[in-house]
């Protein structure tokens, strides 16, 4: 299983920047997705959680209504588009792929509380540094 994160970089204030993470080793359209982020010296924190049709996405508080993750199956790609980024959005950014196939392994509202570790898998992540 690989996951390989990429886009980030340095990015202004109130400014967009789009993720990808290219996945490989498994079949990719039967397992939910995520997005985590680690700030420096923070928690790991849940972002987003995606289906295996790419249909339906759930989001943390502090990115609900700015970022929007989505799929394409037929490429094994996941991507989250970042708009409106605001510096406490610096962290680096992990694509990660769900324990279990085909459901997720958690209730939505027990995603925030969801450990790196515990997740099928994950890449080596993506910094975005939101600064002026």
């Known amino acids: 299983v690989q996951l390989q994160a990429s886009g980030g970089g340095l990015v202004q204030p109130g400014g967009s920047v789009r993720l990808s993470c290219a996945a490989s080793g498994f079949k990719f359209d039967t397992y939910w997705m995520y997005w985590v982020r680690q700030a420096p010296g923070k928690e790991v924190e849940w972002v987003s959680a995606t289906n295996t049709g790419g249909g339906r996405s759930y989001y943390g508080d502090s990115v609900k209504g700015r970022f929007t993750a989505s799929r394409d199956n037929a490429r094994n790609m996941l991507y989250l588009q970042m708009n409106s980024v605001k510096p406490e959005d610096t962290a680096l950014y992990y694509c990660?792929?769900?324990?279990?196939?085909?459901?997720?392994?958690?209730?939505?509202?027990?995603?925030?509380?969801?450990?790196?570790?515990?997740?099928?898998?994950w890449g080596q992540g993506t910094l975005v540094t939101v600064s002026s």
């Open positions: 990660a792929r769900d324990p279990g196939a085909y459901a997720s392994s958690w209730a939505t509202d027990s995603m925030p509380r969801v450990r790196l570790h515990e997740y099928g898998a």
